[in-house]
């Protein structure tokens, strides 16, 4: 694939306090098989030197270019405007702590130039240092789940986007930027998890392409000073109840619900939802962790259904707080 595609693709890699890794990352990212591309790394006003370092080898190399926010923004906000900053065709919507095979954009591209109607593309992910191949939010080996290089945008909605709590698809992306356009890019109110909210809209409207080959390893690398809100792995009520507004809004707005199919459909999302609430309740009591119960008004919804209530205000008052046992 020569410089002509090269020259469609902007690479925004968002960045944060990763001083330690950034230098390894940016290299994956300039050591790839196709030329022409540009390089948008927007740093997120970091307080480690990760800023400075971009710049530093930014000297070296004219495809780097270097940008940072007045103030820390989140990954959302942070999103949005590195896109902002080019016009080309395809956006590869990159992080910081992630290795990047040098064919990546090459994979990517290559999928968007052969389907006209895919609206991104993702890739399944190798554990960094582990030998791991795994597709994000499922569990298990994958094999045999997702095989086709183009993917019915409704089909991947429903069977994999609605129907797990956890999403296939990381972060990281190549999305074509009249797609983004369309759906009116990443909404910034869902936070760390707006790019779930922006797979779901994308796939409303557009197919999905689809590299079955570990071109990203994930590093996931935090340091100890990184805030917990970034750190993976980190459950909280106010993240599930983000992940229970995302489905419920894509829902609304793809289920028709004056049909029968549809009406179901939202009334069995709803069970689930609520289902999935008291799991984490039951979790809690079972654990003797009287502060998860405590806050978990944190995670109500105008989804939740009246057993779920019910459940919800009894435990709290039944509980003892943390204070008077220990958890």
Not at 167 to 192: H, N, S, Y
Not at 280 to 289: E, H, I, T
Not at 312 to 326: A, D, Y
């Amino acid at each position: 694939m020569n410089s002509r595609v090269g020259e469609k693709i902007s690479v925004c890699l968002l960045t944060y306090n990763h001083v330690d890794v950034i230098e390894s990352t940016l290299r994956s990212i300039l050591d790839q098989t196709i030329t022409g591309y540009e390089v948008i790394v927007s740093d997120d006003c970091s307080t480690d030197g990760t800023w400075e370092h971009i710049v530093s080898l930014s000297a070296g190399d004219a495809r780097i270019k270097p940008l940072r926010m007045s103030h820390n923004v989140g990954m959302p906000e942070n999103a949005s405007f590195a896109v902002a900053q080019s016009i080309r065709p395809y956006i590869a919507l990159l992080h910081h702590d992630d290795l990047y095979r040098n064919d990546l954009l090459e994979k990517w591209a290559g999928v968007l130039e052969r389907h006209q109607d895919i609206g991104f593309v993702f890739n399944p992910y190798e554990k960094y240092g582990k030998g791991i191949v795994e597709i994000e939010g499922i569990k298990g080996n994958y094999d045999g789940l997702i095989r086709s290089e183009r993917i019915v945008g409704s089909n991947f909605l429903e069977s994999f986007l609605f129907r797990r709590w956890g999403c296939p698809v990381r972060g990281t992306a190549m999305i074509r930027r009249k797609a983004w356009d369309e759906v009116g890019g990443i909404r910034v109110q869902f936070g760390l998890l707006a790019d779930i909210d922006l797979w779901m809209r994308l796939s409303m409207r557009w197919h999905v392409g689809y590299i079955d080959e570990p071109v990203i390893a994930v590093r996931h690398q935090r340091p100890d000073y990184y805030p917990d809100i970034y750190k993976g792995g980190q459950w909280s009520w106010v993240r599930q109840r983000m992940l229970y507004e995302i489905h419920a809004a894509n829902r609304l707005e793809y289920l028709n619900l004056k049909s029968a199919r549809g009406g179901l459909s939202w009334w069995v999302f709803r069970l689930r939802l609520s289902m999935e609430t008291i799991k984490w309740l039951v979790y809690a009591l079972v654990r003797s962790k009287p502060s998860m119960i405590a806050t978990s008004y944190e995670g109500a919804t105008s989804y939740d259904l009246w057993p779920l209530r019910v459940f919800r205000w009894v435990l709290q008052r039944v509980i003892p707080h943390e204070n008077s046992i220990s958890s």
